[in-house]
């Protein structure tokens, strides 16, 4: 997952900038929409993109793909290359465990540092909602001059719109104090308002209602948006300076990255459980001293909970926020969101809450409390019940197909293929029956049959099928009807298993691709 792409050395503007997309975290305020196998960045919350699909394409348009790096999970990596294949696949990084923002940083800057020692970062989180393209581009250039004209640390920054207790805050000096309180241009800002940069005086910590009250009247802090601009030798120099714990954990993987023929995955899943978790503001940013701010010109939201929908999406005329088949009655100032097909979710007589429905698991609580999920999801854990935070959750008592496929072993015939495997339970003169296990990222060839019909149900993972041009993401329990003739292939977003009845036509498969080279 480290091979360079051809294109990486320069980038669109020829002085070798570089985006790395931080996708990791689990998303877990966003539950039970957001679960652990598919978190809150791979969701769809605006339109027809994910959030990790916006940042890329955000990302695109001050570097090239090629220099484009997302940092995730090795549990999303699947999900990663299904949602942006434009990034090239050796341009995804892997941490074999999360462990907050400083090691991905630190990583990512020593597989940038391997093909251009002198680029420059811009390191920009997977979920934030930023509306307008021309001030986020304008506010990225002024910040990278400035990392190139100060040699610092950069960050941008968020005029804030309201007394919020759940960002950090960064202080400005005293002279600088009426950049902040100056309204971006226009509804989202314009590039001219971000031009100028500002020396950062301290980063405050989360603080309390009333402090944060004290801060927006004095209209000398920005919200701290966590995205960052710096050339890859200023962070390196800082990560060794701040944490050097951190810079001395990830030495293996660097050198692994800058001898080539290095085992990479093999360094980083020895070095990188034992790294302490630190974030970058904390390790890095709270303790150097060449730091600047660039002001944002762009309306923005870190769409960290349920409460950030009616911050930028439209409400009704009583206030809420109504997503699918909902019906609130009497109901005001809260966010209704149906996502289980075909089910009506009506309130009444609500105001200020959250009523989030999925098809296993409904969440009822109130805007204020909206933010502390994680409180609920530790119980859910403490009383058995974590099977809940993922996509695919099983009920008590029942037996996982996959462990049924393991049982057959004595009594079937099992074929291993290169994208997973098939278990033949049944063979007659009129058909036959087999259970396939696509493994995440795999998929079978793209093929059509003469004869031979088939009929697929899907029990276990999530995949995507292509049926004759078109794209169908396909959860259980669904069943696929595969008439002669049909082009079709599967394509496996994690691990899928599937059972397929056909006709008895075993030899009768037309590959037009296939991944491993078969005819």
Known sequence: ???????????????????????????????????????????????????????????????????????????????????????????VICEPVGRDTAPCIAIAAARIRAVDPDGVMVVLPSDHFIRDDDGFTGTIRAAIQTAKDTGGLVTIGIRPTRPETGYGYIQLSEAAGEAAREPAAGAGGGASAAAHPIRVERFVEKPLLERAREYLASGRYLWNSGMFVWTVGAIRGAIEECIPEIAAGIRPVEEAIGGGDGDVEAAMASCFPSLRKVSIDYGVMER?????????????????SWTALERVLSLDDAGNQVTGNALPVSTTNSIIGSHATGRLVATFGLDGAVVVDTPDAVLVTTKDRAADLKELLAEMQARGLGRYQSSSPE??????????????????????????REIWWSVTGQFAGKILQVKAGHSLSLQYHRKKHETMLFVEGEARMEIDGRQLDVKPPRIV???????????????????????????????????????
Not at 288 to 304: I, K, L, M, Q, R
Not at 395 to 420: H, I, N, Q, T
């Open 288 to 304: 150097a001293t060449n730091v600047w701010v660039v002001p944002a010109s762009f309306e923005w939201d870190d769409v960290g």
């Open 481 to 519: 009807d595969l008439p002669p003739g049909v082009v079709h292939r599967v394509t496996a977003v994690t691990n899928v298993t599937f059972l397929e009845v056909s006709t008895a036509d075993l030899d009768d498969i037309v590959r037009l691709e296939d991944s491993y080279g078969r005819p």
């Open 1 to 91: 997952m480290f091979k360079s792409s051809p294109d990486l050395r320069k980038g669109a503007t020829g002085i070798g900038v570089y985006a790395v997309i931080m996708a990791g975290g689990s998303g877990e305020r966003f539950w039970p929409l957001s679960r652990t196998d598919r978190p809150k960045q791979f969701l769809n919350f605006f339109g027809e993109a994910t959030l990790l699909q916006e940042a890329v394409r955000r990302a695109r348009l001050i570097t090239p793909p090629g220099n484009v790096f997302i940092v995730t999970g090795r549990a999303h990596f699947a999900l990663v290359r299904q949602q942006v294949p434009g990034v090239p696949q050796g341009n």
């Open 395 to 420: 009920g008590a008592g029942k037996v996982a197909l996959s462990d049924v496929c393991d049982a057959l072993s004595g009594c079937c015939r099992f074929v291993e293929k290169p994208w997973g």
